[in-house]
């Protein structure tokens, strides 16, 4: 029994490791990156054995690193369960619709209620989707008639005002 156990924990920390090596990497950081700009707090080594499941992650300090990466904490934890062959799927499960792509990077520019509550929506979509890059987003139809309530325009008139406000491209 506490041999299952202790298989049962390794495995979790590998699937821990996995989904932190995964936030990481769509951070685009390497693990002298985190050290570097954590000021030493999260070592290299000591990083690349949670990522490896080598090392069990407390609580605190997943939050801490949680913080470091601005992404919410539950989103550094795996899935409740793997797939059928064993494998923690991470990727977008929606597939890749055509949508507009919008430059996150320039989202603080839009100032008052509606920024605020775009930057919300956003944010919202990235931990749907898991999706903490940063940098840019692709937002589908769905998400686009959201994003049309939001600015208080139609949905035909969404993409333009998106591109008025410097967010968006279309996406090929």
Known sequence: MAEELNEAAQAYARRVGDRL???RRQKKLSLQDVEAQSSQEFKASVLGAYERGERAIS???LERLARFY???VDQLLPRSSP???GVVDLTDR????AGVTL???RLDQVVGPEGEMLGRYLSMIQVQRQDFNGRVLTVRQDDLRAIACILGTVIDDTVD???DLGLAQLKS
Do not use: F, K, Q
């Open 70 to 72: 601005t992404v919410p």
């Open 21 to 23: 090596r995964v936030i």
């Open 103 to 105: 430059d996150l990077t």
């Open 83 to 85: 797939t059928a062959d």
């Open 59 to 61: 609580v605190p300090r």
């Open 161 to 163: 005002r998106l591109h």
């Open 94 to 97: 929606t597939g890749r619709a």
